[in-house]
């Protein structure tokens, strides 16, 4: 694990700024950021009465670079169904989204019809831009209150920060996830990028991004944190 954070920290920090996580100017209003081809993925519903899982973040999420069929969202639809489970995943990423702009839009994404699941990954976008990890963990736990007030099940996923920037910055961040994970009585995927982040041969050239098969590893990874959170609704 410390090997994969330290790897994974060399090439997010030899490009920090330039293509971390999709960075891109936040859109004005949560409907625009939900519907931007170049931001985000469009929420579709194809099936009202079905419960809905709310895949919730940024670039990681949406999967940039990726074609829709290839992203996590997609992948962990096909592995419900193909375990007989009848939830909707829908893909709620938007590139660049940091915890802020997740607070704007997080309403809008839980007034779609059935919503039962969020899968929160939102994170990496605040330590890429520097901003507070206190005031990211007040968007989490803010964007988690409101998920719970509609009864929504929250999946927490949480991100490492790499060595560079600090052992003291490094266990804040990491605690931050942790802890909120604990206070809030939610479900917790401690990284996100588990066996993928510093992994040359599951990501794209950018050294950040999952490739195809790093987003499938992701699936896996998900999918078991997500389990328990399933209840009794498979068929």
Request: net charge positive.
């Amino acid at each position: 694990m410390l090997k994969q954070i330290a790897l994974f920290g060399l090439v997010l920090f030899g490009l920090l700024f330039a293509a971390a996580c999709g960075v891109a100017k936040p859109a004005s209003n949560p409907r625009e950021a939900m519907t931007n081809a170049n931001a985000s993925a469009p929420i579709t519903v194809t099936n009202t009465k079905a419960p809905k899982i709310i895949a919730f973040g940024d670039s990681l999420t949406i999967g940039l670079g990726l074609t829709e069929k290839e992203s996590y969202p997609s992948l962990l639809q096909e592995k419900l169904k193909a375990n007989g489970y009848d939830h909707e995943v829908i893909n709620a990423g938007v590139s660049g989204d940091t915890s802020a702009g997740g607070l704007e839009r997080i309403d809008w994404a839980l007034n779609q019809p059935n919503v039962e699941i969020l899968i929160l990954e939102l994170g990496a976008n605040d330590m890429l831009r520097g901003l507070s990890v206190a005031k990211m963990k007040e968007n989490l736990r803010e964007i988690i209150k409101r998920a719970k007030a509609k009864n929504v099940k929250v999946l927490l996923c949480g991100m490492l920060a790499p060595p560079s920037l600090g052992a003291d910055y490094t266990r804040e961040y990491a605690a931050a996830f942790r802890d909120l994970a604990k206070e809030e009585a939610v479900a917790f995927l401690p990284f996100f990028l588990e066996g993928v982040g510093g992994v040359k041969n599951l990501n794209q050239t950018d050294g950040i991004h999952p490739n195809a098969e790093g987003a499938r590893r992701i699936t896996e990874t998900v999918y078991k944190s997500l389990t328990p959170l399933l209840g009794k609704t498979q068929k």
